[in-house]
């Protein structure tokens, strides 16, 4: 895999939630060449270390990416202006393995939602689950509909769609489809996949890690992760993933 830089025009950069942006850039090159659940590294102006964004949407020409604040660097990409030019390297890291002969349910939580619309538009009418603390936080729930997929819209507080979370919707679904692809915090990655596994569904999960590089020369999005054997091993999220099944994964 070549992990060459280009530049990518901003096209779209707007904030679409609170500390939530929604952002689309330019690149025939690359953009065609992403899958779902890959991601972007995006050199920020005036950083050293990449940021690492999943990417939500791509055409033959654009990437989107949708981001939320949660540092300086991501807060300085918010100021990011269309015509602005950004340092880009992409697609990378390994995506969701989506079967034309299989049924899917997508679920993504909070900033995990993102990388699930690109991954529920290889299917026709497929089932979304999507969650969020509460109503202000909610995303992306038009785009999902366009898709004409079956959506659940849960919120923590009840403020938005359901008071739930997305681990009671997927108990009621879970015998609709063949497998199972989610992204989001941790613990909620623990849940579902303790669900599958206790249905014998397969289940992918998409982990959410601090990266440096962004191409597994550093350690700093160390996995641990279950051999064939029984045996723990580590590998980079960056590299070996972001997607694993969710058996490999040691919670």
Known sequence: MKYDSQKFRVLHNKEIAPGIFDMWVENPELAELAKPGQFAHILVPGKTLRRPISICEADKTCLRLVYQIKGEG???LSKVRVGDELDIIAPLGNGFDIRPDKTYCFIGGGIGVPPMLYASKQKQKPIVITGFRSKPLVI???DFRKNNCELYLTTDDGTAGRKAFVTDVLNEVLDQVDEVCACGPLPMLKAISAICEAAGKPCQISLEERMGCGIGACLV??????????STDYVHVCKDGPVFDSKEVVF
């Open 221 to 230: 999005c160390a996995c641990a992760v279950r051999k064939n054997d029984g």
């Open 140 to 142: 992306l729930q038009g």
């Open 74 to 76: 991501t807060e300085l």
